[in-house]
């Protein structure tokens, strides 16, 4: 296990990782794009956010600290499907290589499309609990060109097995999917054109503040402004803005009654310009910052990974 860290290459902010066992953070990136239906590119996703992190400050703004001068973390070596593995094969392989690895950690998946979530999720949090989804489609599809693991898919295999929903930003969906909305208790959807009235915004943000025990968000980059997010391959109009998606995570991570159990930023295609790249790339550091802090990290000693090398 502790060598699993070690032999990747890949880094986030450029850190150093720390042997898995050892680390606060782990990032798994998941380059697996075998269902999306428009426009192809999310494979190359999880390289591009880690990419993108070495423009990062360490100083993160928001929280006001370097959440690396107290913290360790590892990005994971790649999972991704083999040439000629089965659907069903990779998914099952996902799910059993993250159901092993330590779980006293934030634990950020990357991906890839938005399949893989479940096998994540079930892996890290197998006795149920809450997903928060950030979305502009429902994904709740019971199959989707004849695969259950089609990327219009995941939600409905987490609601299937009885996992508490929340949709956030939803505008696009099938008349089947909406049925299923109006049905089942266990899904709340925060759609988007609704969430442009205050109350609405801010009914989610109290919503998020008032969950308990394991939690896991799901972030599909379609989920944003595709005015602001054009490095996605199903876009959407509408969507939340940069600031409203930060208050939310902040919402959580400062949630101490919430477990979080995993983030997964999925969805991704890479744009020349890098704006998308960026933007997953800071989205990753805004949940290590708000989780630390949460967590009382800043009050530690400065051993983290970044006393480990020269920024100057
Ligand atoms: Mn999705």
């Not at 996992?163 to 956030?168: E, K």
């Not at 890479?270 to 960026?278: C, I, L, T, Y």
Request: glycine content about 6%; proline content about 5%; aromatic content about 8%.
């Amino acid at each position: 296990m502790a060598d699993f860290a070690a032999m990747s290459e890949q880094h986030f902010l450029d850190l150093p990782n720390s042997p898995v066992n050892q680390a606060d953070v782990l990032i798994l990136p998941v380059p697996h794009d075998a269902t999306v239906t428009y426009r192809k590119g999310t494979a190359e996703g999880p390289a591009a956010i880690l990419d993108a992190s070495e423009q990062l400050e360490f100083y993160e703004e928001d929280a006001r600290w370097s959440p690396f001068e107290f913290m360790t973390l590892a990005v994971l070596e790649e999972i991704r499907c083999r040439p000629d593995e089965a659907q069903a094969d990779f998914h099952a392989r996902l799910k059993q290589s993250v159901s092993v690895m330590p779980e006293n950690n934030l634990f950020i998946g990357l991906g890839g499309e938005h399949s893989i979530t479940p096998d994540m999720l079930f892996a890290r949090m197998p006795g149920g609990g809450t997903v928060i989804q950030i979305d502009a489609h429902a994904d709740l599809r019971q199959q989707y060109h004849g695969s259950i693991y089609n990327h219009a898919c995941p939600m409905y295999r987490i609601q299937e097995q009885g996992y508490d929903l929340i949709q956030v930003s939803i505008r696009s969906l099938h008349e089947q999917e909406a049925e299923l909305i109006n049905s089942n208790t266990l899904i709340t959807t925060f759609f988007d054109r609704d969430l442009q009235k205050q109350e609405n915004w801010e009914h989610l943000l109290e919503t998020i503040a008032a969950l308990s025990g394991p939690v896991w968000l799901t972030i599909d980059m379609d989920g944003f402004d595709s005015a602001l997010i054009a490095g996605v391959g199903t876009p959407q109009p509408g969507g939340l803005h940069w600031h409203q998606g930060i208050s939310l995570i902040e919402t959580l991570m400062n949630n101490k009654q919430a477990d979080i159990r995993g983030v997964d930023i999925l969805e991704l295609i890479p744009e020349p310009n890098h704006v998308s790249d960026m933007m997953a790339a800071k989205l990753v550091q805004k949940c290590i910052s708000f989780w630390g802090k949460s967590m009382g990290f800043d009050k530690r000693q400065k051993l983290g990974a970044q006393t480990r090398i020269n920024d100057e």
